[in-house]
């Protein structure tokens, strides 16, 4: 399966965590302004930051209207989310939740579900039944879990 990761980084946390991952599914990497390549994947990993009270990271805001355009029918989708629960639980990795509610009538398979045990949050729109819609990572709080979480997500999605 070719795999497409396709991130917004502002800080750089995001664009560090999806080159590993990109390292570990062999996946090409291209920042979000590049989403009109989405075309050329089976699979594409979709990941953003989330910035102020739940806003989409500056990257993804004009990317998503782009992605909206595209036919995703058939692609499998996995998102990928970072965010701060400490400071921000009300609206924690909310970039995710804002994005999949664009994207999820246009024919995809989301893959890569996580459980919300372990994080201490109060509200997020990344939270579809019971579970975050992707992987989630807080490099500001919980840094030593994320090559766990990393790991432990790509077994779940596969190569």
Not at 38 to 44: A, Q
Not at 129 to 149: A, P, W
């Amino acid at each position: 399966m070719k795999t497409g990761i396709f991130y917004g980084s502002s800080t750089g946390n995001t664009e560090t965590i999806a080159k590993k991952i990109g390292e570990l599914l062999n996946a090409d990497v291209f920042e979000a302004s590049e989403v009109s390549k989405v075309d050329d994947y089976d699979r594409i990993i979709i990941a953003s930051s989330t910035w102020g009270m739940g806003d989409l990271q500056d990257s993804w805001v004009g990317a998503l209207d782009e992605l909206k355009t595209k036919n995703l029918s058939g692609k499998t989708v996995a998102f990928v989310g970072l965010g701060d629960q400490g400071s921000f639980g009300d609206s924690f990795v909310d970039a995710l939740g804002i994005i999949y509610d664009e994207i999820k009538n246009k024919g995809i398979t989301v893959v890569g579900q996580t459980s919300t045990d372990g994080y201490d949050f109060s509200n997020s729109k990344a939270v579809i039944d019971d579970d975050f819609i992707g992987l989630v990572i807080d490099e500001n709080n919980q840094s030593d879990l994320t090559e766990q979480r990393v790991n432990d997500w790509i077994a779940k999605i596969g190569k």
